[in-house]
């Protein structure tokens, strides 16, 4: 069958893009929380390059982004803090917030 043959373009992912709606819901994220930091998330073979806020609580949202560059410059738009994952892992309070919503 030919549909087993087919091959992806090399540095492509299976999902989607960032859009506008997006970056427009990060932006009410961080007007409505206080004490949001951003963390970028690196490209994968299965997602592109994502944005996660995480609020004083531990509450977080993820979006898409085009880069991280463009993370970069939307956090200084909003005179967010913004880190790479990669170095400085995920908050503890987020991990605190899952492990509370789990046990409601």
Known sequence: MAWFRRRREPGRTTD??????G??????????????????????????TTLLLVAHDGEWTRRRVDSPETARR????????????KLMGYPQRMRDYNARKKAE
């Open 16 to 21: 989607r893009g960032a859009d506008r709606a």
């Open 23 to 48: 970056l427009e819901h990060l932006a009410d994220f961080v007007r409505s929380r206080r004490g949001v930091e951003g963390f970028i998330e690196p490209r994968t073979t299965v997602t592109e």
């Open 74 to 85: 939307f956090a200084h738009q909003l005179a967010m803090p913004v880190y790479d994952v």
